[in-house]
């Protein structure tokens, strides 16, 4: 049981080791406690990261950008009271419902003037640029959700973080959030051009296939193609323009479920081998070195940092 002067000491460690984020700073007096509360869920390939908290400033620098590897993009729904964000040459003021882009290879700062809930959805930044070549020019700039595609997007990620969390998605995940992304790219100005053809469609139907079976040890292409009805040969064709072959694109999610849970702190009552027993992997020590391959660190190692975040 944390004292209550501890909580937001736990909290900013919390921030630091998920976003990259160097300067994390209470707005009041922490000394009779600080609540906040933060839930992350993945929804296809978006991370869906609901963060509720007392009044606090956060600003990402230069060398915090430096020594995070992985830039990434986040769109921002405030769910619930005020902030202000300044990116580029930028500032603006969030309220219910806004939405702002934010870009973690520029510096930032965001300023919650009132105890808030804010729901982050972090996406690839390479996607974002190519869906949404001038997202840098945007970011920063913040989006009223009183009318048209913006209030829409709004609505839609709130409910979407809500039923992620309860676990509802299923099979439906990966196509949910391919329409997560069509709604954002579109609120911010971007372009459908790149929206889901039929042989698209059906990729997204086979990934959101996978995320729901990564926990059955048989899923392999050959379990894959019969379930939707073709050939493995066109189950392979379908991945030929993805980073990832379709056999790599199974053991890549099932060791980013691995990694997702080891570095979350309320998942340390699990023992690895449960952690990984529990995504398909069958053989400890095969999974102990394409962990390490994939993240560079041993799965011990990945949960040691939890729990040295914990503490």
Same mark, same amino acid.
């Given at each position: 049981m944390l004292r209550a002067d501890e909580e937001f000491g736990f909290f900013r460690e919390e921030i630091v080791s998920r976003f990259g984020i160097g300067d994390v700073r209470a707005l009041q007096s922490t000394k009779r406690g600080f609540a906040a509360d933060v839930k992350t869920t993945q929804v296809g390939d978006l991370l869906l990261i609901d963060v509720r908290a007392d009044p606090l400033a956060l600003e990402r620098n230069a060398l915090d950008i430096k020594r995070w590897e992985r830039p990434w993009f986040s769109v921002g729904v405030t769910v619930s009271g005020t902030a202000r964000i300044a990116q580029s040459d930028n500032t603006?003021?969030?309220? /219910?419902?806004?939405?702002?882009?934010?870009?973690?290879?520029?510096?930032?700062?965001?300023?919650?003037?009132?105890p808030f809930r804010q729901l982050i959805v972090v996406v690839d930044r390479a996607r974002m640029m190519e869906r949404l070549p001038n997202a840098s020019s945007v970011t920063g700039k913040s989006l009223h959700a009183d009318r048209g595609v913006a209030a829409l997007t709004s609505t839609f990620l709130q409910e979407l973080a809500n039923q992620s969390? /309860?676990?509802?998605?299923? *099979?439906?995940? *990966?196509?949910?959030?391919?329409?997560?992304?069509?709604?954002?790219?579109?609120?911010?100005?971007?372009?459908l051009d790149h929206s889901p053809s039929a042989a698209n469609t059906q990729r997204a139907r086979v990934k959101a296939f996978i995320e729901a079976h990564?926990?059955?040890? *048989?899923? &392999?292409?050959?379990?894959?193609?019969? @379930?939707?009805?073709?050939?493995?040969?066109?189950?392979?064709?379908?991945? #030929? #323009? #993805?980073?990832?072959? %379709?056999?790599?694109?199974?053991?890549?999610?099932?060791? #980013?479920?691995?990694?997702?849970?080891?570095?979350?702190?309320?998942?340390? @009552?699990? &023992?690895?081998?449960?952690?990984?027993?529990? %995504?398909?992997?069958?053989?400890?020590?095969h999974f102990s070195r394409d962990f390490k391959k994939a993240f560079g660190v041993s799965p011990r190692e990945a949960r040691e940092g939890a729990m040295t975040t914990r503490e």
């Open positions: 603006s003021g969030l309220q /219910r419902g806004d939405l702002v882009l934010c870009d973690s290879a520029a510096p930032f700062r965001f300023d919650y003037l009132t969390q /309860r676990d509802a998605l299923g *099979a439906n995940a *990966a196509l949910l959030a391919t329409q997560a992304l069509d709604l954002m790219v579109m609120s911010f100005g971007g372009s990564l926990d059955d040890p *048989a899923l &392999s292409p050959d379990l894959i193609a019969r @379930h939707h009805r073709f050939s493995r040969r066109y189950l392979y064709r379908l991945f #030929e #323009e #993805e980073p990832l072959g %379709v056999a790599a694109f199974i053991r890549r999610r099932r060791l #980013e479920r691995c990694l997702l849970v080891l570095r979350d702190p309320g998942q340390l @009552h699990r &023992s690895i081998s449960d952690v990984s027993g529990s %995504v398909g992997f069958d053989d400890a020590s």
